[in-house]
């Protein structure tokens, strides 16, 4: 499980900046014992009206191609 962390964090890392940018972020609050993905977005992106298209298009096709093992992602936001 901890290598399934790190390899969505090394995703993540990847896009982070972009986030960042606009005064935002994404955190991980939990992987199951089923490869779901709990993801929470932060800042400015917790508010934002684009934040689902942020969690669709950036962060969960980003993940899915860095970590194909991730069967969900849920934005718990």
């Known amino acids: 499980?901890?290598?399934l962390y790190?390899?969505?964090?090394d995703a993540l890392d990847s896009i982070?900046?972009?986030l960042l940018?606009?005064?935002?972020?994404v955190e991980v609050?939990?992987?199951t014992n089923e490869s779901v993905?709990?993801?929470?977005l932060k800042g400015?992106?917790?508010t934002c009206n684009m934040?689902?298209?942020t969690m669709k298009a950036g962060i969960e096709e980003t993940i899915k191609r860095a970590v194909p093992e991730i069967k969900e992602i849920i934005s718990v936001n």
Request: hydrophobic share 30%; net charge neutral; glycine share 8%.
């Open 51 to 53: 934040s689902h298209m």
């Open 21 to 25: 940018a606009d005064g935002g972020n």
């Open 6 to 9: 790190r390899k969505v964090e």
């Open 37 to 40: 993905l709990k993801l929470e």
């Open 44 to 46: 400015a992106c917790k």
């Open 16 to 18: 982070r900046p972009y």
């Open 29 to 31: 609050v939990e992987i």
């Open 1 to 3: 499980m901890e290598t």
